[in-house]
């Protein structure tokens, strides 16, 4: 963090664990041990890293005060970088749309992710990139922030067991309403998740896998953490961006894969009642990957068991995940 001050609130201050400590990795995360053979995490913050223990930010980042900064959630496989060049597209797009300067190029930040994948020796996993407004004072002036903070933390992700994957998710509709783009554009992947949270938590309530949200005309947006597809009659469908659906970087690889099977792909509201007697229902995101769905609304979808459409896109998805990205190790 670059300052000329002798005293920084923001500047982590560093405390080595003992040799034969074990750092876990973070949230989001498996566990993982030391008879793994996995070191302590190393966590990338504006240019250094820091162990898990001692990686820090000040209590004034406007990121923890307001929730003012944007993320990206970013997949690595076989030692490849899955779509790096798209997400990285994302996040600085996202910066633009809240005015948020981010202190590097694009291509710095290539080689941050790339070097911090590195320093924790993993070839599968996940990052977690954000850049926060950085720090100022207790007002909600961003003015107040001189200088954005990047940080990068790699680590194991199991969003969902590996059972939904072959047995698929059930949903419910929650009452929370996806935010009106007039309000907050859910294209901007913002630290403020809140609305997300929000519905998590009724799924959770409902003892649901996962819960399913409108936006106020009363149609399907997205789910908490995923885009929404369902099946009919041999063609897809999934809600356009303009209902609340982020443009996410799964779903337009959904895209691909069916244009390659043939298949038709249609953006167009959806209501409850065409999930409800949909063929096939699947979910899609950096974390979740592609997720069936066979229950909504305690209604059983198709037949009750992963669709043969969902399953070629899940069999391509893989196949695309490991034969293409950015090369970690070089």
């Not at 994957?165 to 913002?190: E, Q």
């Not at 896998?209 to 063609?235: H, P, S, W, Y």
């Not at 792909?265 to 979910?283: G, K, M, N, Q, S």
Request: charged share 25%.
């Amino acid at each position: 963090m670059k300052t000329t001050d002798a005293t920084v609130l923001d500047e982590p201050k560093i405390h080595e664990p003992g040799a034969d400590a074990v750092v876990e990795p973070a949230v989001e995360s498996r566990r993982r041990h030391a008879a793994t053979g996995v070191k302590e995490a190393k966590i990338y913050i504006d240019g250094k890293f820091y162990s898990e223990a001692t990686a820090k930010i000040s209590v004034f980042d406007h990121g923890l005060l307001y929730g003012d900064g944007i993320f990206e959630g970013i997949r690595f496989y076989n030692g490849r970088v899955f779509r790096l060049e798209e997400h990285l597209a994302r996040l600085w797009d996202s910066a633009r749309s809240i005015c948020l300067e981010i202190p590097m190029t694009m291509r710095d930040m290539t080689e941050a992710v790339l070097e911090t994948i590195r320093q924790n020796h993993l070839r599968d996993g996940y990052i977690r990139l954000l850049v926060t407004r950085g720090t100022g004072n207790l007002g909600l002036n961003p003015m107040q922030c001189k200088s954005p903070s990047v940080i990068i933390i790699a680590a194991t992700i199991a969003l969902y067991h590996e059972d939904f994957y072959r047995k698929g998710l059930s949903i419910v509709t929650c009452a929370t309403r996806r935010s009106n783009p007039a309000a907050l554009n859910p294209a901007v992947k913002s630290l403020n998740y809140l609305n997300n949270v929000m519905a998590r938590i009724e799924a959770n309530l409902a003892g649901a896998d996962e819960a399913l949200m409108l936006n106020d005309a009363g149609n399907v947006a997205e789910c908490t953490a995923d885009n929404v597809f369902i099946v009919k009659r041999g063609q897809i469908f999934t809600p356009p961006v303009t209902a609340g659906a982020l443009r996410g970087i799964t779903r337009s690889i959904v895209f691909e894969i069916a244009a390659e099977l043939g298949i038709k792909v249609l953006e167009t509201d959806i209501t409850r009642h065409d999930v409800f007697v949909a063929d096939e229902c699947f979910l899609t995101g950096t974390a979740a990957e592609i997720v069936p769905v066979v229950k909504a609304d305690a209604r059983v979808i198709g037949n009750g068991k992963p669709g043969p459409i969902t399953i070629r896109t899940i069999a391509r998805f893989k196949e695309m995940t490991r034969e293409t990205g950015t090369p970690i190790f070089v």
